[in-house]
C-alpha cells in the first residue's frame, strides 16, 4: 500500500512538472517572445505567457497587418487570462463580445524543414488560429453576434512545418481571432504551450497516460466499492462511494484535455459544458452521503440534508439552464464547494480522527489532499492559477487510502480469527462431541415421539371408528336385524373393505342351534341363499363360533370356494372371521373380507368393537325375547281367563242342574212318603 502511495504522489509530481518549460520563465515582452538563445529542438515545451497585441471587437486576419493603410493600434495583453480581467479605453471588458490575439515568436533559423506544434487546451469558446498567414485551425465559428457565433471546446495539438528552402524560418507569427457569447470565461484563460511536434506529441501521451492510469485506479476502486455494496446492501456507504468514483472519471475525461472528445467527437459544447460542471460541484453531495454513513455520530443529518439539497439544486440548475446563465452563479457555486469540502473535512473527519473513531485519520487525510487539490481546480478554473487540474488524482490518492483502511480492517479481523481459531478449534471439537452425543439422544427421542405419534393416530383411528359403531348401536336397540345391517355396513365402509356378513346364533328349544345370516354388505342372492344357516361347527363360521377364537386367513389359495365361507364364491385376498363374544357366551360371528391384507390396527379394532356389538346385539335380542314372551303370557293369560268364564258358567250351569235335581228328588222322596 505505501508503494502505491508513492507512485501516486510521484504521478502528480510529475503532471505538475509536465507542462513547464526546462529553460526558465521566457515572457512575450510587446508582442514578442524572442526564443533565440535557446535549442527548442533540445528543450522541453515552452509554456507562452506574457504581453501580447490585443484587438477588442477586432477579427483580423494576418494580411490585415500587412495592410499599411490601416492604422491598427494594439493594446498588450497578458495571456493566460480571461479578457473579463483586461480594462480598454479605462472600461472593463464584458464576457461576451470578440477579439484578435497576435504575437511573434523569434528563434534560431532551422537547417532543414522542421515540425513544430501549439499545444492549446480550451480557448473560450470559438477561435481561429494563423501560423505565418496560414489558417491552420479553426474551433466552432467565430463570429460578431451571438447568432453568428458557435461555441466549441476541443483540445488539441496543432502541427505546422518550417521549411528555410520556402521562407524565412527566424519568427513565428501566430494570429487568433476569438468570440465567446455562450460562456462566463472568455479568450485564452488557459495556457498555450510551444515546441517541436515530437515534444508536443510526448507531453500529451505522458498526459494521456497519466489520466489513464488515474483512470484506471479510480474505475477499480470504485467498481470494487461497487460489488461490495452489491453482496453487502447494507453499507450503503459503498454505494455512494462508487457513485463517486463515476462522478469524478467523468470530471476527468470532461476537462482538462477533454478526452472525451476523442470518444465522442461532436459531442454537443453545451452538454460538455454541463458535464464539466456538474461534475465539479456535483460531488459534495456524494461526498456528504458517504462521509455521513461512515461516522453517523459527529455529523449532524441536518447539515448533511442541506448540503444534499444545495447540491440536487446547483446540478438541476446546470443541466436545465444554458452555460451563459448558471454561469452567472459560478461565485455562489464555489462558495457552496469551500464551505461543504471545510465541513466534511475539519468539521466531521477531523472531529472523528480526535475521537480516534475506526479509519477517520486516513479518511481525514485522503480527504485533505483531495480538498487541496480541488480548491487547486477551482483557481485554475478562476484563472487565479495556472496549475493543471489535480482533483482526479486527489481522489484516487483519497481513494487508495480508503483502500488502505479497507485492508487494515481485513487484516485487523483477520489477526483476531487466528487468535480465537485454536479456540474455536478446541471448542469445535468438544462441539462435535456434544452434538453427536445430542444427535443421537434427539434421534432416540425422535423415534420415541415418532413412535408416540403413530400410536396416537392409530389410537385416533381406532377411538373413531369405535365413536362411529357405538352410535350405530345406541341407535337402534329396538330391532337387531336392523341393528346388524347398520353395522356390518359401518364397519365395511370404515375398514374400507369389499364384502361382509353378520351371523347370529339361532338356539330355540324346538330346533337345533344354527347361525344365521341376519345381515351383509356386498354379498350377492347366491351367497346368501346358499349361507342363511350355517351349522355352528361347519366351515370357517362354524369353527370360528365354536372355538370363540379369531381367524385371520392370508393368501386365499384358488379352491377357497370349496371352504364353507360365508363370502360364498368371492375370490378375497384376505379373510377375517371374528366371533361375537362376550364373557358368557359366544352370540355370533362376523365375516369380513377384503382385496388388502388386513393390518394389525384393524385386527385390533374389530377386537375391541366385538364385545361391544355382541353384548348389544345379545340385549337387542334379549329385549325381543322378552317382549315375545310377555306377549305370549298375555295372550295365554287372556286365553285362561276365557276358559274360567267358560268353566264358571258351567259350574253355574251345573249348580242349577244340581239344585234341579235336589228339588226333583224331594219331590219324589216326599211322593214316596206319601205313598207309604
Known amino acids: ?6 507512485i501516486l504522489l ?6 505538475f512538472d509536465l507542462p513547464a518549460s526546462s529553460t526558465g520563465k521566457l515572457l512575450i515582452e510587446k508582442g514578442v517572445l524572442n526564443l533565440q538563445g535557446i535549442s527548442i529542438q533540445t528543450s522541453d515545451i515552452v509554456k507562452l505567457e506574457g504581453e501580447v497585441e490585443f ?3 477586432e477579427l483580423l486576419e494576418p494580411k490585415d497587418f500587412l495592410d499599411k493603410s490601416k ?19 479605462n472600461e472593463k471588458l464584458s464576457k461576451e463580445g470578440y477579439a484578435t490575439y497576435r504575437f511573434i515568436i523569434n528563434k534560431k533559423p532551422d537547417m532543414s524543414l522542421t515540425h513544430y506544434g501549439f499545444k492549446v487546451q480550451s480557448i473560450f469558446t470559438s477561435y481561429k488560429i494563423w501560423i505565418n498567414g496560414e489558417m491552420i485551425s479553426q474551433v466552432g465559428r467565430v463570429g460578431t453576434s451571438k447568432e453568428e457565433h458557435k461555441p466549441a471546446f476541443k483540445s488539441q495539438d496543432i502541427l505546422f512545418t518550417l521549411d528555410p528552402r520556402v ?5 513565428i507569427e501566430v494570429v487568433i481571432q476569438v468570440s465567446n457569447y455562450s460562456h462566463r470565461r472568455s479568450g485564452i484563460p488557459w495556457a498555450i504551450y510551444f515546441s517541436t511536434f515530437d515534444a508536443i506529441k510526448k507531453t500529451s501521451r505522458n498526459l494521456d497516460i497519466l489520466n489513464l492510469i488515474v483512470i484506471g485506479i479510480v474505475l477499480v476502486i470504485g467498481i470494487n466499492h461497487l460489488i461490495m455494496y452489491f453482496f453487502r446492501r447494507k453499507d450503503v456507504s459503498n454505494l455512494y462511494f462508487g457513485i463517486l468514483t463515476l462522478v469524478m ?3 476527468n475525461i470532461s476537462t482538462g484535455d477533454r478526452i472525451i472528445g476523442y470518444l465522442i467527437p461532436n459531442i454537443n459544447w453545451e452538454l460538455l459544458s454541463k458535464l464539466d460542471n456538474f461534475s465539479g460541484y456535483g460531488t459534495i453531495p456524494f461526498f456528504a452521503l458517504f462521509i455521513f ?3 453517523k455520530d459527529d455529523f449532524k443529518v441536518w447539515i448533511k440534508n442541506t448540503i444534499v439539497i444545495v447540491g440536487l439544486v446547483i446540478s438541476i440548475i446546470i443541466f436545465v439552464t444554458p452555460a451563459l446563465f448558471y454561469g452567472k452563479f459560478n461565485m455562489f457555486y464555489e462558495l457552496y464547494l469551500l464551505i461543504g469540502g471545510v465541513y466534511l473535512t475539519f468539521g466531521v473527519l477531523l472531529v472523528s480522527t480526535i475521537r480516534r473513531r475506526t479509519g477517520a485519520l486516513f479518511t481525514f487525510l485522503g480527504m485533505f489532499i483531495l480538498y487541496a487539490t480541488t480548491i487547486n481546480d477551482v483557481l485554475s478554473s478562476m484563472g487565479v492559477a495556472q496549475t493543471p487540474y489535480l482533483a482526479p488524482y486527489g481522489l484516487a490518492f483519497f481513494m487508495l487510502l480508503q483502500s488502505f483502511t479497507i485492508t487494515s480492517k481485513s487484516a485487523k479481523a483477520i489477526n483476531e480469527n487466528e487468535d480465537l481459531s485454536h479456540q474455536l478449534l478446541l471448542e469445535k471439537q468438544s462441539l462435535e462431541e456434544n452434538i453427536e452425543k445430542r444427535t443421537l439422544e434427539l434421534r432416540e427421542q425422535q423415534g420415541i415421539l415418532i413412535a408416540h405419534q403413530e400410536k396416537e393416530k392409530l389410537q385416533s383411528w381406532i377411538n373413531i371408528g369405535l365413536t362411529k359403531v357405538n352410535d350405530v348401536l345406541s341407535a337402534n336397540k329396538n330391532d337387531y336385524k336392523v341393528l346388524s345391517r347398520k353395522v ?6 370404515y375398514m374400507n373393505v369389499k364384502m361382509g356378513a353378520l351371523y347370529v346364533l339361532i338356539d330355540d328349544d324346538l330346533t337345533e342351534p344354527y347361525l344365521e345370516m341376519v345381515a351383509d354388505y356386498g354379498c350377492g342372492n347366491k351367497m346368501k341363499k346358499k349361507n342363511k344357516k350355517i351349522e355352528p361347527d361347519s366351515g370357517l363360521v362354524g369353527s370360528t363360533f365354536s372355538d370363540n377364537q379369531i381367524q385371520h386367513l392370508k393368501d386365499i389359495p384358488n379352491d377357497y370356494f370349496k371352504i364353507n365361507s360365508g363370502l360364498g364364491e368371492s375370490l378375497p385376498k384376505s379373510l377375517l372371521i371374528v366371533p361375537l363374544s362376550t364373557d358368557d357366551a359366544v352370540y355370533g360371528v362376523i365375516e369380513l373380507a377384503s382385496f388388502d391384507e388386513f393390518k394389525t390396527i384393524e385386527i385390533e379394532f374389530i377386537k375391541k368393537i366385538a364385545f361391544s356389538i355382541a353384548t348389544n346385539l345379545n340385549n337387542v335380542r334379549m329385549n325381543e325375547r322378552n317382549i315375545n314372551l310377555i306377549q305370549q303370557f298375555q295372550e295365554q293369560a287372556q286365553e285362561i281367563q276365557e276358559k274360567e268364564e267358560r268353566m264358571r258358567e258351567s259350574l253355574e250351569e251345573l249348580e242349577y242342574y244340581r239344585e234341579s235335581f235336589q228339588s226333583v228328588k224331594q219331590e219324589l222322596d216326599d211322593l214316596k212318603s206319601t205313598l207309604n
Do not use: C, N, Q
Not at 510521484?10 to 503532471?15: K, P, S, V
Open 71 to 89: 492604422d491598427l493600434k494594439p493594446k498588450f495583453v497578458d495571456i493566460p487570462k480571461s479578457w473579463t480581467s483586461y480594462i480598454v479605453d
Open 293 to 295: 454513513h461512515l461516522f
Open 249 to 251: 472519471i467523468l470530471r
Open 1 to 6: 500500500m505505501k508503494i502505491r502511495i508513492f
Open 167 to 171: 521562407g524565412t524560418t527566424e519568427s
Open 55 to 57: 484587438y477588442w471587437r
Open 488 to 493: 356390518i355396513t359401518t364397519l365395511a365402509k
Open 10 to 15: 510521484f504521478l502528480i509530481g510529475l503532471t
